[in-house]
């Protein structure tokens, strides 16, 4: 699938310099954007098959701009804006760049996009979350049905929030996944909330009989689970049981298998999955 509508985006953005513009390219073809003095871009980390290694999504990370491509992560800087207002601006920034940078490169493959929701952001919107990033998808006649925002784990008392923020995502043609600290978590929610996808820490996963009930209920309503920071071979032994167990395919993401690079890979996982 070609955008041409976005390539042609990007022969603007060619023209632009990083004084005059808030969204230029680099010498490299990648867009760069800058929040307050920092000057920040796009890398991304597979989401990948346990069983085959196959990449299915990436998710994309804001990062400083580095002459290594290891630069540091900016999500922090959502943490310290002074307003919600700015919040707003960082975070609509970071999806366009991440877009922008992702299907540059996406001519040739499925795969889908996964784009963090701070916190912060679900309160800061007053209405119609997901509306403006949808206007930019549009207006590049980029594909909704690729992106996945991801929302972030919630407290009891935003159990409200998350119903609203999410009814509107899906209102506005977007798919959503749902960070939950524990498989009894995911359990609260699978049904309020009817996310696509969940994404659990691998590091909590010791409740077994939580977790076999999770995957068979979000097996039974074709809700995806992704395991996230598998960083060391026993988590991976770990989920490779877990999955012969309960009969169900996982998806794994980390630092033992990929780290985050501004190219969408072609290679092999460091370890196969």
């Known amino acids: 699938m070609s955008f041409p509508i976005l390539q042609k985006y990007l022969a603007r953005l060619s023209d632009a310099t990083g004084a005059a513009s808030s969204i230029w390219l680099d010498h490299e073809g990648k867009a760069q954007g800058r929040f307050f003095n920092c000057t920040m871009s796009s890398a991304f980390q597979p989401i990948r098959h346990l069983d085959s290694g ?12 580095s002459a290594q491509d290891q630069g540091l992560s900016l ?16 975070d609509r920034l970071c999806r366009m760049l991440h877009s922008i940078n992702f299907f540059r490169q996406a001519e040739h493959n499925q795969t889908d996009l996964y784009l963090n929701v701070h916190d912060r952001l679900l309160s800061a919107v007053s209405s ?19 992106v996945v925002l991801q929302l972030p784990a919630a407290t009891p008392q935003q159990g409200w929030l998350l119903n ?3 009814d509107n995502y899906r209102r506005n043609g ?4 749902v960070n939950v600290n524990s498989p009894r978590d995911a359990l609260g929610v699978l049904d309020r909330l009817r996310p696509d ?12 009989a939580g977790l076999a009930d999770l ?5 039974a309503s074709r809700v995806e689970v992704v395991f996230k920071r598998l960083e060391t071979p026993q988590h991976l032994a770990a989920l490779r049981e877990l999955s012969a167990a309960a009969g169900v395919s996982l998806l794994v993401q980390g630092y ?3 780290e985050p690079r501004a190219a969408l890979l072609q290679e092999p996982a460091r370890q196969a999955a």
């Open 54 to 65: 196959e990449v299915q999504a990436y998710e994309g990370l804001a990062r400083s701009v």
């Open 75 to 90: 999500w922090k800087l959502l943490d310290h804006a002074a307003s919600d207002d700015e919040s707003i601006e960082l």
């Open 128 to 146: 119609n979350h997901g509306h403006a990033f949808r206007r930019i998808l549009d207006a590049l006649e980029l594909p909704l049905d690729r």
């Open 164 to 166: 609203y923020v999410s």
């Open 174 to 177: 977007f798919r959503f996944a």
């Open 197 to 208: 996808v969940f994404k659990l820490d691998v590091r909590e996963i010791q409740d077994k």
């Open 215 to 219: 995957l068979q209920r979000c097996a």
């Open 256 to 258: 033992l298998l990929d």
